[in-house]
């Protein structure tokens, strides 16, 4: 009997005890029909490729890809999209499936016939061990990611013009050199090196879809203060003239908060500027954490919309 009365306040005490489950607040996000692969829809062809070094960032090599849609006609310029960490947006039953919602887009004629670049960010492999990894697979080495995603100088759009896109026209590839038909896209420090590429040549590229963007102090605090940080954005959206340039934004509101600032706060003080400005945007703030769930569910609305003026 003693035993029995004892039973409720043990298990208070362990309910008391245990460790609170985290909220999930990504699971609400999934892909929709136009990230499915359908009958019928013509399939274009992802070609993946290796850079062995780089004129604009030396002793970095990296990963990069072509996505070129059935449609395309080679005695007519395409539109073109690039995407930063391309590998992970150029899988077709990855996260982001971009070559699958291209071919859905392209034909219902709600985005142009338009080739899409991957690059992935530099990486020089451990020379003790080069073909090495972690004991998570990841390979041992040096990645370039930070100082060519999280830098706001123009460098980076550099390397685009002069390196990256020279190499896929040699492919045998023609791509229009109007901005109207030129997007730009990726994900944390790559959405915020996305924005910054448009921003510095918005001759170039004119369309933009950011997701979780890294507008923080990353690179001011990671060279001592001796670069500036990403979370200037607002300020020089405010105090430039109004750029060409059509912006999809994504944000979580249980994104990032850490040494480097609040990715929720820099997002939407971002937005708040854009929209102050008067930019042709979008923002969308969802529950998420920092990952691409909300963004990948999103993409097919951010192209449809981005493309609207070019079909």
Known sequence: MKLLRLLPCLL?????????????????YVLGPDSQEKAGVPKGVVTEYELADSKTFPGYGRKWSLYVPKQYDPTKEAALMVFQDGPGYANRTGAWRVPVVFDNLIAQKKMPVTIALFIAPGFTPDPKNPNGKDKKGKALGKSNRSFEYDSVTDLYVKFLLEEMIPLAESKGLKFSKDPARRAIAGASSGGICAFNAAWHRPDAFSKVFTTIGSFTKIRANLSGGKETGGDVYPEWVLSNPR????VYQQEGANDLLNEHGSWPEANRKMAAALKEKGYDHIYVEGQGTHNSRHGAQLLPEALTWLWRDIR
Do not use: C, F, M, T
Not at 12 to 28: I, N, T, V
Not at 243 to 246: A, E, L
């Open 12 to 28: 208070a005490l362990s309910l008391h005890g245990a460790e609170p489950k985290k909220p999930d607040y990504d699971s609400q």
């Open 243 to 246: 750029k060409n340039i059509r």
